[in-house]
């Protein structure tokens, strides 16, 4: 991945994305406050979390799922109103 090369040769899919968050890791600092927590200066995180979506498709594959439990719900429901209709 860190090379840029995708599986054909070209630029990988995520590459973008872990270009920009290398850039973004070269200026930034964790900053410690008076009650200890830590934060980081420049929101890398964001970044981050952007590469690591491309990579995992985690919330991706999350919101297909809540579709289509929607989905699945409406149907039951209408359904339902059929057999009580009908």
Not at 6 to 34: H, Q, S, W
């Amino acid at each position: 991945m860190a090379s840029g090369h995708g599986i054909n040769g070209r630029v990988g899919r995520c590459y973008p994305f872990f270009a920009e968050f290398k850039e973004c890791m070269k200026t930034e600092t964790i900053l410690v406050n008076d009650d200890g927590t830590k934060k980081w200066k420049n929101d890398c995180w964001m970044v981050r979390e952007d590469y690591f979506e491309c990579l995992h498709a985690k919330k991706e594959w999350a919101m297909v799922r809540r579709v289509n439990e929607e989905e699945q719900r409406q149907q039951a429901q209408i359904a339902a109103v059929g057999e009580k209709g009908g």
